[in-house]
């Protein structure tokens, strides 16, 4: 009887181990899913974004390493879906003043490329992020200097190959960004930008596919060439999104969305911006404005309202969601 006994209580250890791990997407509130789908600035700590459900925070301005851990551990501890915590760290930015790192354009093999991403990886697991917003795969680069790889194509192709490689060894998933090109040669934190895009910027980002990025960042630039934001910023281009899906199945993330690159073509309509940027596929919208609760919580209604009328399918949330939630490591039930 004792074994029995032992024997249950082991089946519903494991049972309920299973289920910590487990989502079913058709007992998920609606509101909840939508949060999954919302990145925000997370600087101060707010118990407020865990009732929300938000998905997942940035986080670059902590002044030493205990405070990222502090902070970090504390969101996670009060939230009931693992978030992704994210930050800049590219060579070119550095959020932490007590990392000494290269900027890309410094990187002078393949080699030194991936030793930089298993550096970037081994310090972001320490503080306990587990995604960072790099590497940056655009190759024309007139706003920031040493952002980007340099090389010839076969070299720059090789460099971001083995950095997201490196990056990912270390158990963070790396983003390549932005996606499809021209987001560096006008600042887009200020100013609208047009690009044409060519093959050769496209096959920078199909390179990154090719070693498995986790996840694409959409950039702001309007573009044509190659493939055609329909005069649109990508992040609110189907166009664009769609084109990029027939070869990606990951993540995809806006750019920061208070950027004014986008922003000028909402100032009499925000209320559509987060609706507009889900239409046109994004998975993650990335708001890296000051968090809000009242904000967030009507940017949720807003989409909520959307897909009671009918304008976005629920499918296409539960589809964004069960990407969240899986490379946040749970498996996912219908």
Known sequence: MRKLYIL?????VMAKLTSAQSINLSEMPLDKKIAQMIMVRGDTFS???????IGGIFLDRQKDKESYKEIISKYQSNSNIKLLVSTDLEGYWNPFPFLDSKKFGEIETADEANNLGIVHGKILKELGFN????????SKNSVWPGRTFTGSE???????????????SEGILATAKHYPGGNMLRDPHWFKVNSEISEDDLNLFSEAIRANVSAIMIGHAAVY???????????ISPEVISYLRKDFN???????????????????????LYPDLI?????????????NKNNIKKNIERVKKEIEEGNIKEEQINDSVERILKLKGYSVTH
């Open 279 to 291: 239409k046109a596929g994004n998975d993650i919208i990335l708001d890296t404005s000051n968090a």
């Open 8 to 12: 249950v209580f082991v089946l519903l």
């Open 250 to 272: 990951g993540l995809l993330i806006t750019d920061a969305v208070q950027m004014l690159g986008l922003r000028w073509s909402y100032f009499f309509k925000l209320s559509e």
């Open 225 to 235: 060439g190659a493939v055609d934001s329909n005069g649109k910023q990508s992040t």
């Open 47 to 53: 118990e407020e974004l865990g009732e929300i459900g």
């Open 131 to 138: 995604i960072n917003f790099a590497p940056v795969v655009e």
């Open 154 to 168: 076969k070299e720059i192709k090789e460099k971001l190959s083995l950095y997201i490689s490196g990056l990912q």
